[in-house]
């Protein structure tokens, strides 16, 4: 199982990003899919959420309005375009697929890419 970010870097105040995840080792298209983000010294909190389907999609509030998750899953990819970003959205972005099931669940986590947002 593979999850792997991408699309990270240095944007300054008001700027975009996209950063993409990339998924394989699993069947994605089953799968909810999220984008978490964790600060320096801040725990690790919840950004953007896209059901399975891509039917559904949740937001933190601090982010609503400015960022949009998409997913592609005859690519195995989900999406997280950010804009009017500040220099609080500074962190490092963690791609997570999660399923529940009757007798499981499985979580699966990728390696961060990290977004700054600095004049």
């Known amino acids: 199982v593979q999850l792997v970010e991408s699309g990270g870097g240095l944007v300054q105040p008001g700027g975009s990003l996209r950063v993409s995840c990339g998924a394989s080792?699993?069947?994605?298209?089953?799968?909810?899919m999220s984008w978490y983000r964790q600060a320096p010294g801040k725990e690790r909190e919840l950004v953007a959420g896209?059901?399975?389907?891509?039917?559904?999609?949740n937001y933190a509030d601090s982010v609503k309005g400015r960022f949009t998750i998409s997913r592609d899953n005859a690519k195995n990819t989900v999406y997280l375009r950010m804009n009017s970003l500040k220099p609080e959205d500074t962190a490092v972005y963690y791609c997570n697929a999660h399923k529940e099931g009757p007798l499981r669940v499985d979580d699966y986590w990728g390696q961060g890419t990290q977004v700054t947002v600095s004049s």
């Open positions: 896209i059901i399975s389907t891509g039917g559904s999609t």
């Open positions: 080792g699993f069947t994605f298209r089953r799968y909810d």
